[in-house]
């Protein structure tokens, strides 16, 4: 984990599990994206039994080409606006009440949060105003994208995302 300094506040820069364990938002399942949230678009695949996330397009210009595109992504066209990411003071009150006790669970909780914890950093005065608390570190997603691209293009046994179930998903998913 870095600590980066900007105009006199500071935030994390780490990859997205350390994101997880930083903010205390769960980075897992089908709410995983944090700047959706509720919204996000996850599908749990038939075959391959792993959860995506769709609908990516809404991040791009409201007139841009790909958001027409339905054959390479979906089948859908992507009509929806972008998402209104949480304010500091939001996510502030999303946590201030999260009672968070270390270990393993002695029984489920009926409540279900994507909020796990109040991380220590709302401890800091200037934190719960902060509007960037957390950065992803490109350097790790550009090498895990570039594993996966490998991996496929090569077909590397173990690293390739290209095998029966995939394909058979693809198939189910429209594309």
Not at 60 to 73: E, G, I, N, Q, V
């Amino acid at each position: 984990m870095k600590l980066s300094r900007c105009m006199s506040c500071y935030c994390t820069i780490n990859d997205f599990p350390a994101y997880g364990n930083l903010s205390g938002y769960s980075v897992k399942g089908h709410k995983a994206f944090p700047v959706c949230e509720e919204d996000t678009a996850s599908q749990q695949l038939k075959h391959g039994r792993k959860t995506v996330y769709l609908r990516h397009q809404k991040f791009l210009r409201s007139h841009h080409s790909y958001r027409r595109l339905k054959k390479a992504f979906n089948g859908h066209q992507e009509t929806s606006s972008l998402p209104t990411p949480l304010t500091s003071v939001e996510v502030y009150e999303k946590v201030s009440n999260i009672d968070h006790t270390f270990g393993k669970p002695k029984k489920k909780s009926s409540v279900t949060n994507i909020w796990k914890k109040k991380t220590i950093f709302f401890y800091l005065p200037h934190w719960s105003r902060l509007e960037v608390r957390h950065g992803i570190d490109v350097m790790h997603v550009k090498k895990n994208v570039c594993d996966s691209l490998i991996g496929t293009f090569l077909n590397i046994n173990g690293k390739t995302n290209d095998g029966l179930k995939d394909r058979l998903d693809l198939i189910e998913i429209n594309i």
